[in-house]
């Protein structure tokens, strides 16, 4: 890392530890349902058509905005609706409008695999602010991974009408790609088809081994050599491309040199600390990524999500236990923390993944 690098990440990680201090939560997921009509082979939550988990009745959730509201837990909150495929309900409008309602902003993430323009009409007059779309590569790629011959199809469909309605109005939408071994090598023609499409904003992700992915992680997993190669292709499409597309990575992992090249902030797992979601079940997490037992942090069935998150958390905001297996002798573990907490299995266990090895092995 240059020395300026180094010097700003010296004041990076004082504004972290004092965000981790006050530990103010400005983004909450809503894992809506656990239901999914595509059976995606990278699916960290392992979702399928039908569920035995039951859906989370809006009644229940605006329970949580109430608390959150009247205990002056959040002042300003981005909600993300999400699943699941969260348009597999047909009252999301009713949860949005509450939403707004209480003074908080909202959006949701979806595979578009039934946006028509009617539903989109009426999920912003519900008051949504903004969508994020699953798009994995041209067709064969995307339709490979997602197991639907219709997946493609659908999804563009539904960024077109996202593209053409936020030319005339505020509305924010990206893209999100997870890249593995079937789009890897597509990667610079598939940049071109979204400039192309008018999509300007663009997130990267790479595989990690939780839920369905784990039983497919070997099959879509890159090489070491092609990660590299991909942060290379991120800070290339940063540096040539910026003025036409706005590419971040996921905010997975410490990265070294490759740090402010591949995404806009310095990497700080936010779980926990500015971060919290609220399950299908009514168990309380940070990101949704974070799903193993040890980081379950309650149950809004059980107390109030502001309880929760004031007394909660202490595994998030003081990772010292993190320090085992790899991480305990790296001696990036100040600027990494032990990477993000999906990553780990449990509170007992070493990081599943370093980042940092990928790259540079280490």
């Not at 999914?36 to 039951?54: A, P, T, V």
């Not at 595989?207 to 090489?223: H, K, M, T, V, W």
């Not at 991480?327 to 780990?344: I, S, T």
């Amino acid at each position: 890392m240059s020395i300026s690098n180094s010097l700003k990440h010296l004041v990076f990680r004082r504004y972290r530890d004092n965000e981790i201090k006050r530990h103010t939560l400005n983004y909450l997921f809503w894992e809506c349902t656990l239901k999914c009509n595509l059976s995606c082979l990278h699916c960290g939550s392992d979702c399928l058509k039908k569920s035995e988990q039951e859906d989370m009745p809006v009644a229940d959730f605006v329970k949580v905005l109430d608390d959150i509201k009247s205990s002056g837990t959040a002042d300003k909150l981005t909600i993300c609706i999400t699943g699941g495929e969260p348009l597999l309900r047909n009252d999301l409008e009713n949860a949005g409008i509450e939403i707004i309602q209480h003074g908080f902003n909202w959006g949701i993430v979806t595979n578009g695999m039934l946006l028509t323009e009617s539903r989109f009409r009426s999920l912003i007059n519900a008051g949504m602010g903004s969508m994020s779309f699953s798009l994995d590569g041209f067709e064969p790629e995307h339709n490979r991974l997602r197991q639907n011959p219709l997946g493609f199809e659908r999804v563009m469909s539904a960024i077109n009408l996202a593209t053409e309605y936020s030319k005339h109005h505020s509305f924010m939408f990206d893209v999100i790609t997870c890249v593995n071994s079937f789009n890897y090598n597509s990667l610079r023609d598939f940049r071109q088809f979204l400039i192309n499409n008018g999509i300007r904003h663009w997130r990267i992700f790479s595989i990690f081994p939780e839920g369905r992915a784990s039983d497919n992680f070997n099959q879509l997993s890159i090489s070491r050599l092609q990660y590299r190669g991909l942060m290379d292709f991120i800070a290339e499409t940063r540096k040539d491309f910026g003025d036409k597309i706005h590419l971040n990575y996921s905010c997975e992992g410490w990265l070294g040199d490759y740090e402010l090249k591949v995404r806009d902030f310095f990497f700080f797992c936010r779980a926990g600390v500015n971060i919290a979601s609220v399950m299908c079940d009514g168990n309380v997490t940070g990101c949704l990524s974070v799903r193993a037992k040890d980081f379950i942090q309650g149950n809004v069935y059980e107390r109030s999500f502001s309880d929760i998150w004031n007394n909660g958390y202490a595994v998030m905001r003081n990772r010292a236990w993190a320090k085992q297996g790899k991480c305990a002798k790296c001696k990036q573990w100040n600027k990494c923390l032990g990477n993000g907490m999906h990553l780990h299995p449990g509170l007992s266990e070493g990081v599943a993944r370093c980042n940092y090895s990928e790259l540079y092995n280490n």
